[in-house]
C-alpha cells in the first residue's frame, strides 16, 4: 500500500506559478504511475497529468499542455506538478494518486490509492 499527502497549492494571481508535492509512504514508490487529477465545484473530476511508473512515458491533457510539467524523484518518493502561465480556469483541488506497476492511466478509476487534494485557486 501507499499512501499520498499532497501540498504547495495556494492562492496565485494569472499568469503565476506553483509547485505542487505528493510525498508517498513506503519503498515501492518507483513500482506506481504516479497521476494528478483536479476537480472543480460543480464539476467532474478531471486528469491532468501521468508518468509511468518506470517514468518513460508523461502523458497531459490538452489544457495543461505546455504550461504544467509533472516529475517523480523516487530517491525522495515524492512526485510534483509545475504549473505555470496559471489561468482562472486551472482552479481546482488538485489530486495525486497512484497506480501500481500502471502506464500512467487517463482514467481516474483505474487509480487505487489517492491523496487528500490540495486547493488552488487562480486569481484574475
Known amino acids: 500500500q501507499v499512501q499520498l499527502v499532497e501540498s504547495g497549492g495556494g492562492l496565485v494571481q494569472a499568469g ?3 509547485r505542487l508535492s505528493c510525498a508517498a509512504s ?4 518507483s513500482s506506481y504511475a504516479m497521476g494528478w487529477f483536479r476537480q472543480a465545484p460543480g464539476k467532474e473530476r478531471e486528469f491532468v497529468a501521468a508518468n509511468s511508473w518506470s517514468g518513460r512515458n508523461t502523458y497531459y491533457a490538452d489544457s495543461v499542455k505546455g504550461r504544467f ?7 525522495k518518493n515524492t512526485v510534483y506538478l509545475r504549473m505555470d502561465s496559471l489561468a482562472p480556469e486551472d ?3 488538485y ?3 497512484a497506480q501500481l506497476y500502471g502506464l500512467g ?6 487509480y487505487g490509492y489517492w491523496g ?3 486547493q488552488v485557486t487562480v486569481s484574475s
Open 16 to 18: 503565476g506559478s506553483l
Open 26 to 29: 513506503g519503498r515501492t514508490f
Open 69 to 75: 510539467t509533472i516529475s517523480r524523484d523516487n530517491a
Open 91 to 93: 482552479t481546482a483541488v
Open 95 to 97: 489530486y495525486c494518486a
Open 105 to 110: 492511466s487517463l482514467n481516474f478509476h483505474e
Open 116 to 118: 487528500q487534494g490540495t
